[in-house]
């Protein structure tokens, strides 16, 4: 085509790019801003019609929810208001890391022997492992409220972790599992020749020849676990539960304190955003390399 | 077999033990979902410690009251509406992502940020923005003429579009990173050539570009459609399945069985059946998409 | 420096038959070519001699020891890969030095010996000056030199040598041929090399064993393989240009070789008849080596087979050129640069019927070997 149709093509491809990345990103990205704000607002500015976009920024919001603020009861007695945001933080740090420890000292083994063994009935039992990813969650819930409460599980961290593995351990299974079929196997026959052991070769040569897919499917089962509602909400009570489930806390049937929920909102998803900006490669890897390597 | 000593066939089989663990916890899923097929035949319930054998009264009732039905209306309403979102809404974005514009690299960084977001959290932080009295939506949404209080998930004509919206926002990224994913990997010259063949640019996309995306399409069709139907962070965080029973899809219809009207024998029978009716559809997905897979070789 | 012996292998991938049924003696220090198309077996060889796969029938023995159930790193065997398979993570260096630090070595170095002896090696293969890179910095032919030294340095009994220099340029690969030879003189193990190159197995080994589709061809010194390939598939894989073969009859009356294809006869006489006349059958496959194709611009008694010329082309000091006697294609290969053949011209061709080779029609077998 002419050199003034290819110009114009140009700039009318450029245009609608831009226009459809401007608008699809002030769509995905305006609530987190606007959240963000609330939680900085005072009340007189959340609580009004037209919304403010320009305002006085107040730290109130955030240090209610880290429990430095004191309320003022009816009798005008000042009492200090517990955090539940900083005992869901504790407690998800504590489930979720955990967990995702276990699932890599029982998943890293059980991938590498998916990868490399012939077994009969291997598809099988990678599908079955798999599989478990798309039962939903309350078949499983509703059995094991029961079982847990019985025999005393309700309400503990063993009990969330040992359910947390259900999510993440296939995801960790499945990922790095697909990495470690990419390193040939004349890696680990050199390794034998040269006289080591399989464990030798597993630790030293396997895993981190691996490392990119382990971490990407590390940051996965961190990501999902750490996201998880309803887990944390059946199965345990106030000082078990994750900091999604103590975010719920806020909602009352009666006043909507905007800002404090805006604020524990913001800290909840807080870690996991600055996470994903600076470990986008091996999300972006983790989670193309789970849908394509099946 | 000649060659293979006790050594060695240890060896050989060490590996199962490998394997044992994962199984192992695995069996985690196995011991509930066999208690809920019990329980499924029992009216089980919370506040009551007689547990009877009650036969298939539970399916029976499921199906003959038009529960049943109704759950299947809203969970696949809502699929079928957050498929096509989704996949539009994410389709476009990964292609204009590709285009590589200045732009396009600087915002990427960004995009994964509802994804990041837990579904309840995500969820509040929308209802929180569909207030009918302080609704900054409504206000940005004016001109197009949305009312000054517009219910959102109130009303129960919208509450069914909040929640899709709710959830369009919050995993369109997941299909345009995988969709992108899936571009870049289609190798430029295969394009070059189509349009030195003299292929219009849409013919093209129809017979070059969309099949060479058929495996990344499946993947997310399968992970979403999983999802979708299974949605239950974001329908109850928003309206716990009302108003009424509105938004009572399979998952929060059980939850609301079991755990506010204490029928335990009976949410478990309905999680069953939406059980099997997943694990059908993904395993012929799945078939399809191997076979989709080998085609392409 | 063990003799290697194997009895009656047999391996099997799924159905695939990979070694079918081999017995085989290697020397105690010899340098033993397996040659063979892709395909053939020779790496599985490698690898069932190493330990690497199992086999599923036979044995074999070092020095008369059965090691069937002996795990690879107890054999004492080192095995270069055909790509290498070098640790990617691992510097030159430790690559190098892996062998002397693995649990079947260990405690038999410490850490100065180690050194030098990584030191020793690699200045004799010429690599001392890369100890510190990492594998994806090096070319293949310094690669192949690492892949050398860490099966060396353990100094062990039996080295296996798969297709070294099938990935190394053209120029390295003449260059690293001489150092095998030096190799071979200095480090007396019992070494298997494999091939698809017959130049290299010709210029290499003390014997060559040729391998096609899991099944023994043939076994021999160079110049046995070279001048009586025990069958047609020997003889299309060894020698360059590929030798013609066509189908002829033999006419006892008048001693004529008739070949249908080009429809043309010459004369046979003196040795070649003799043994024609003993196998006694008259239909075969006879192979002529494009050296032992003569050709003329003008016919004589000598020169009489007319043909057609087809595409020629000049490598060094030599010629190549087509042929073709009716339809019958022939390659003849000339120790002239100068030729100025036209195509499509007419040339007298002869052969040189003592240095045809005849194969049994039924079995492909030269019928040479059949004493």
Known sequence: MNKRKKIGKNIF???????????????LLFPVYWILTMALKTNPDILTYPPKFFFQPTIKGFQYILGLAKIVGATGVSAGVESWFLVGIKNSIIVVVSTVLISLAVGLPAAYVLARYKLKGKEDIAFTILSFRFAPPLLVIIPLYLLFSKIGLYNTYISLIWVYQLISLPMIVW?????????????????????????????????????????????????????????????????????????????????????????ICIGAALPLLILSIFLQRYLISGLSMGAIKR | ?????????????????????????????????GYSIYYSFTDASLISRNVNFVGFNNYLQYFGSGLFWHNAKVTFSYCFLVLFFEFALGFIIAFALNQDTWLGKALRPFLLFPLMISPIIGTIMWKLMMNPEYSVLNYILSPFGIPRKFVWAGSSSYALFSAVLIDVWMFTPFIAIIM?????????????????????????????????????????????????????????????????????????EAYTQAFSYYKIGYGSSIMLVMWLIVYIVCFWLIKYWRVLRENLR | MPKISLKNVTKKFEKVVALNNLSVEINDREFFIILGPSGAGKTTFLKVIAGLENIENGEIYFDGDLINNIATAKRDVALTFEDYSLYPHFTVFNNIAAPLKSSANKNKYNREQIREKVDKFAKMLNINHLLDRLPSELSGGQKQRVALGRALIKEPKVLLLDEPLAHVDAKIRNQLRTEFHFLREKFQTTTIYTSHDYKEAISLGDRIMFLNKGEIQQIGIPEIIYNFPKNTIVALNVGWPEINLFDCSVNFENSQLFCPKGDFVFN??????????????????????????SFSVKPSDVYNLKAICGTSEVLDNQSVFYAKIKNLDLTILVNDPDLSLIYKQELWLSFDDQSLIFFDKETNENIKLKE
């Not at chain 1, 491809?13 to 769509?27: G, P, R």
């Not at chain 2, 199984?23 to 011991?31: K, S, T």
């Not at chain 2, 870049?184 to 189509?194: D, V």
Request: proline share 6%; with cysteine.
């Open chain 1, 175 to 263: 990922i790095v599992r697909g990495y470690m079929e990419e390193i040939p196997i004349e890696i680990e026959q050199a390794g034998m020749v040269d006289g080591y052991s399989r464990t030798w070769i597993f630790f030293r040569l396997v895993l981190p020849l691996a490392k990119s897919g382990i971490a990407a499917a590390t940051l996965l089962a961190f990501i999902y676990c750490w996201n998880n509602f309803i887990f944390g909400m059946i199965l345990a009570a106030v000082y078990v539960q994750p900091v999604t489930v103590q975010a719920t806390r806020y909602l009352t049937p009666d006043a909507i304190m905007f800002r404090e929920i805006a604020a």
């Open chain 2, 180 to 252: 992108l994913a899936g571009l870049k990997g289609i190798p430029p010259r295969i394009l070059e050539a189509a349009s030195v063949d003299g292929l219009s640019k849409w013919t093209s996309f129809r017979k070059i570009t969309l099949p060479l995306l058929m495996p990344y399409i499946i993947i997310c069709l399968v992970f979403r459609f999983i999802d979708s139907i299974a949605q239950f962070d974001i329908i109850f965080g928003l309206t716990r399945g009302g108003p009424g029973s509105t938004l009572m899809n399979f998952q929060v």
């Open chain 3, 268 to 293: 046979i006489s003196g040795n070649i008849l003799k043994l024609l006349k003993i196998y006694g059958k008259s239909e075969y496959i006879v192979g002529a080596r494009p050296h032992h194709i």
């Open chain 1, 13 to 27: 491809v450029n245009l609608s790019t831009s226009i459809v990345l401007i608008l699809s990103f002030s769509f």
């Open chain 2, 1 to 33: 077999m000649n060659g293979v000593n006790l050594k060695s066939r240890l060896a050989e089989k060490g590996p199962i033990f490998a394997l044992l663990p994962a199984l192992f916890v695995l069996i985690l899923i196995l011991v509930p979902f």
